[in-house]
């Protein structure tokens, strides 16, 4: 009977931290190369997040601060324009055709889609709107923390963040 | 494209732009549209388009004054020369008493600009003809009369756009030979009225 239980506390643990990591949600990249290769590597934000808590990223936090210091003012701006774009519905916002590139910048549901098309590379990226909301609040109130930014992700699953395709390689990032 | 030309549109765009509060239920179906087209690039003919919600324009547009009209002045041209917001004002208040007619009429060499009143509209048009260059530029009465509408070196750019945002329609138009650039209201999210 004792062991009974001892096997169903062992068991319910990583029942417990699957179900935690499905609940915060997962960051898959899987990358595809041209020889066959293919790497997938899932990431639980809840890892993603304490790992950029503890990330040595000051130095580039304090560039970005620098540059932000000359953009500071027009954050309120861009976050007033932000939310009326998020407000509306789907729409194409941009479209730039030039030779054989295209770009396209696009309010898709809940997130701002960039395609950028080449003759030879396809970049699409989704940005969440919650996440460019939550880094505009951040730059306002004075500093971006990349743990609260990957934090913000949580309001993004089911969201494919990246994807890249350059000749037979493929890279793709997305928030389960 | 000729610089003077796009400038001018620019400018003229800006004018009939500016800020906002939040966003009423009317905003929701105007949209701004600007297309820019150079098709005679060589083989690498470009086009943009750029369309987007009249509100987002308004909360964008909120760092335009600061811009055109620092220290109380239009900063037009690049050689610090200006005029008092307050003299512009006067100016208008004077041409507007006119009723439809040319205000200003010049006829260069290969050039010709105009800018009229023409019921509700103040209308400039520059013709160019070696380069076969056209810039129409549409901009409502009671756009300028409410973008004056503030006190001292004040452009009250918020009435302005409040005004703006009941308008549909073309208001501005720049063809020459490389290029065309149409700016232009109305209440679809997709390009459907190009024309």
Redesign the interface.
């Known amino acids: 009977m004792l062991l009974l239980k001892i096997g169903a506390v062992l068991a319910s643990i990583p029942v417990a931290l699957g179900t935690v990591v499905a609940a915060t949600g997962v960051m898959v990249v899987d990358v595809k190369d041209s020889d066959g290769t293919r790497i997938v590597v899932p990431v639980p934000l809840l890892v993603a997040e304490a790992a950029a808590h503890f990330a040595p990223t000051q130095g580039a936090a304090v560039a970005v601060n620098r540059q932000l210091d000359r953009a500071r003012k027009?954050l309120p701006?861009a976050e007033?324009?932000l939310?009326?774009?998020a407000?509306?519905?789907?729409?194409?916002?941009?479209?730039?055709?030039?030779?054989e590139e295209h770009v396209r910048v696009s309010k898709v549901g809940d997130a701002l889609k960039v395609h950028v098309e080449g003759p030879r590379e396809n970049v699409e990226v989704n940005v969440p709107f919650a996440l460019a909301r939550q880094a505009l609040r951040q730059a306002r109130n004075g500093r971006i923390e990349p743990a609260d930014l990957v934090a913000a992700l949580r309001h993004a699953r089911l969201t494919r963040l990246a994807e890249v395709s350059d000749g037979g390689d493929h890279v793709s990032i997305t928030i389960w | 494209m000729n610089a003077r030309v796009l400038a001018l549109a620019v400018v003229a765009a800006s004018a009939l732009a500016g800020t906002a509060p939040a966003?009423s239920p009317s905003d929701?179906a105007a949209?701004l549209h600007v297309r820019v087209e150079e098709p005679r690039q060589g083989?690498?003919?470009?086009?943009?388009?750029?369309?987007?919600?009249m509100?987002?324009v308004?909360?964008?547009l909120?760092?335009v004054p600061e811009t055109i009209a620092s220290d109380g002045r239009f900063h037009l041209g690049c050689h610090g020369h200006g005029m008092r917001v307050e003299e512009f004002r006067r100016l208008w208040n004077e041409l507007k008493g006119t009723g439809d007619a040319e205000l200003v009429s010049v006829d260069g060499e290969d050039e010709h600009v105009s800018v009229s009143r023409k019921g509700d509209l103040l209308q400039i048009r520059v013709r160019e003809d070696g380069e076969r260059e056209t810039v129409y530029v549409d901009v409502p009465a009671a756009v300028v009369d409410a973008l004056f509408s503030g006190p001292g070196q004040e452009l009250n750019v918020r009435a302005a756009v409040a005004e703006l945002r009941t308008r549909r329609g073309d208001v501005v138009r720049v063809n020459d030979r490389n290029s065309t650039v149409r700016i232009w209201i109305d209440e679809s999210?997709?390009p459907q009225g190009e024309k």
Do not use: C, I, M
Request: no cysteine; hydrophobic share 50%; net charge negative.
């Open positions: 027009y701006v007033e324009v939310a009326a774009v407000e509306s519905p789907d729409f194409e916002l941009v479209s730039v055709d030039e030779g | 966003a929701v949209w083989s690498r003919g470009s086009r943009v388009h750029v369309n987007l919600p509100t987002a308004a909360a964008a909120q760092a999210a997709a």
